[in-house]
C-alpha cells in the first residue's frame, strides 16, 4: 500500500518561495504506471489541481499557476517536490501530494492522497 | 469559481437516499472524459470513491454509485449513514486548460 507524506515549512513570507517535499513509501516512485501530482485546498473551500510529473521529469501545470509553479522529482530518493515563487496571501492553503492513476490516453485520477500540509503565507 | 459545478450542500435523514450533481462543459464531461468523485471526511484527505465515471474502488461499498449523461455526472448514495457525512468532489479532464479539474464541493448533511 503506497503512502505519500508532505514536508516543508508552515510558514513563508508574502514574494517569496514555498517549497514542499513529498515522500513515497510503499512503491516505487519510477514505477511506470503512476504520475505524481500536488494539490492545494484554502481553508473552507474547494480542490484545486496545481500540476503533475512523471518519473522521468516531464510535467504538466494549471495553467492559472504556470507561470509560478515547478514540480521536480528525486527517484533516487524516491521523492517529488513543489516550488512556488512570488506567494501572496491568496497561497495559503492546505497542500496535498497524491498519486495519479492514468486512465486512457490524457485523463487520470488520484488514488492516493497524502494527509496534506498547511501552508500559510504571512509577514 | 470552479470549472465543474456542484450544489453547495445537500441533506437527507438515514437510511434514504442523496444524489449530488457535477455539472460541466463542451470542454470537460461534454468531451467525453470521464468523471471521478472523491470523499472528504472532516479533517482528513480525499479519498478515491467513484473512479471512470461509476466504478467502485476496492473496499467502497455499494452504497455509493456513479453516473454520467451529455455535461452532467452524478453520485448517489443510498442507505445513508451517519458516516457518511463529508465534503464530496467531482474531478474530470478539461481540453481548453490540458489538465484536471474540480467541482467545487457539496457538503453532504445526514439529518
Not at chain 2, 24 to 41: E, K, P, T
Not at chain 2, 47 to 55: A, D, M, P, V, W
Request: with cysteine.
Amino acid at each position: 500500500q503506497v503512502q505519500l507524506q508532505e514536508s516543508g515549512p508552515g510558514l513563508v513570507k508574502p514574494s517569496q518561495t514555498l517549497s514542499l517535499t513529498c515522500t513515497v513509501s510503499g512503491g516505487s516512485i519510477s514505477s511506470g504506471t503512476y504520475y505524481w501530482s500536488w494539490i492545494r485546498q484554502p481553508a473552507g473551500r474547494g480542490l484545486e489541481w496545481i500540476g503533475r510529473i512523471y518519473a522521468s521529469g516531464s510535467t504538466n501545470y494549471n495553467p492559472s499557476l504556470k507561470s509560478r509553479v515547478t514540480i521536480s522529482v528525486d527517484t533516487s530518493k524516491n521523492r517529488f517536490s513543489l516550488t512556488l515563487s512570488s506567494v501572496t496571501a491568496a497561497d495559503t492553503a492546505l497542500y496535498y501530494c497524491a498519486r495519479v492513476k492514468m486512465f486512457g490516453v490524457i485523463e487520470y485520477y488520484f488514488d492516493s492522497w497524502g494527509q496534506g500540509t498547511l501552508v500559510a503565507v504571512s509577514s | 469559481q470552479s470549472v465543474l459545478t456542484q450544489p453547495p450542500s445537500v441533506s437527507a435523514a438515514p437510511g434514504q437516499r442523496v444524489t449530488i450533481s457535477c455539472t460541466g462543459s463542451s470542454s470537460n464531461i461534454g468531451a467525453r472524459y470521464d468523471v471521478h468523485w472523491y470523499q472528504q471526511l472532516p479533517g482528513t484527505a480525499p479519498k478515491l470513491l467513484i473512479y471512470g465515471n461509476s466504478n467502485r474502488p476496492s473496499g467502497v461499498p455499494d452504497r455509493f454509485s456513479g453516473s454520467k449523461s451529455g455535461s452532467s455526472a452524478s453520485l448517489a448514495i443510498t442507505g445513508l449513514q451517519a458516516e457518511d457525512e463529508a465534503d464530496y468532489y467531482c474531478q474530470s479532464y478539461d481540453r481548453s486548460l490540458s489538465g484536471s479539474v474540480f467541482g467545487g464541493g457539496t457538503k453532504l448533511t445526514v439529518l
